[in-house]
């Protein structure tokens, strides 16, 4: 099935630029990466109307949404973004509202924001905007963004916990089910600050066909039909491959006890790296280095 819209996951503390409202034009030159090469950037240029799109922040993820939402605004804004605006839902009830689903439908490009998971799925699984929101992604030229929160649900298995210090012992990791805009993957955030390789390792062993991707801050993946991911923003991407796995201790051992693992294999994505879903072939673009 060919599938018409993008996928834009990104692991947290996006480059929104660090300035404020007073002082957009003095910070500009320090902001240069974010204005040109930026993940929000990108996003635009990626959609179907450029800075024409309508976009919609969706901070449901967040507990204080009041004061995320306008900094994606902001942000947008200052990329020549014409129509942002803040799409409230923080309870089922609104994800059924008439107003709100049409504001989904006329959007060009949806950005979820950071929070917790959980949250997110919660309020907005198996509702009508929940819906929409997989058929404008299968059907229309539409742009999914999420960071944080917002990234690690767009998955069909979705990470909602677990101690980095003790990923790595059985058990210690939850997983329940994401929005499912894309399968055969597992996405964790904040993955290089915050030490997580253990969380993804875990997941992963548990169901060697499905691919970790861990997402460093400020850097994300750009999914095209599902199938191609190219890197970008400013940092790292970890993948973990468990088809390859010989022997692992996973069902032997009891329930906090280490678990022990061979051969499971590790990518390592940075700027522009490409890597397909269908054929696992990674391509490294190390011309920009020549």
């Known amino acids: 099935m060919n599938i018409l819209g993008k996928l834009i996951i990104i692991g947290g503390a996006v480059d929104k630029g660090s300035f404020t409202e007073t002082d957009l034009d003095k910070n500009a030159t320090s902001n240069l990466n974010f204005f040109e090469t930026g993940i929000l950037k990108r996003i635009l240029n990626e959609s179907k109307h450029k800075e024409n799109s309508r976009i919609e922040v969706i901070t449901t993820a967040s507990i204080i949404p009041r004061e995320i939402g306008p900094e994606y605004v902001k942000a947008f804004e200052y990329l020549n973004a014409k129509n942002v605006d803040i799409l409230t839902i923080e309870r089922r009830e609104q994800a059924a509202d008439e107003a709100v689903l049409a504001r989904l ?4 490009i949806v950005m979820f924001t950071g929070g917790d998971q959980l949250r997110l799925t919660s309020i907005l699984g198996g509702t009508p905007f929940h819906d929409i929101l997989l058929d404008k992604y299968h059907n229309e030229e539409f742009i999914y963004a999420g960071t944080s929160a917002g990234a690690a649900a767009a998955s069909n298995n979705m990470i909602y916990q677990g101690s980095s210090s003790e990923a790595l012992l059985k058990g210690e990791v939850k997983i329940s089910s994401g929005l499912g805009l894309i399968d055969g993957v597992i996405i964790d955030t904040h993955f290089v600050q915050r030490g997580r390789i253990g969380r993804l390792f875990q997941a992963v062993v548990g169901n060697p066909r499905v691919l970790g991707i861990g997402l460093g801050e400020d850097t994300g993946l750009l999914i095209t039909n599902n199938t191609q991911m190219e890197a970008i923003g400013s940092g790292l991407v970890i993948l973990v491959d468990g088809r ?9 051992v009891e329930l906090g006890q280490p678990i022990s693992i061979s051969h499971l294999v590790t990518h390592v994505m940075s700027k522009f790296d490409t890597y397909n879903l269908e054929t696992h072939l990674m391509h490294i ?6």
């Open 285 to 290: 673009q190390s011309s920009h280095y020549l």
């Open 105 to 108: 439908k006329a959007a060009d």
């Open 244 to 252: 390859e796995i010989k022997d692992t201790n996973l069902t032997k």
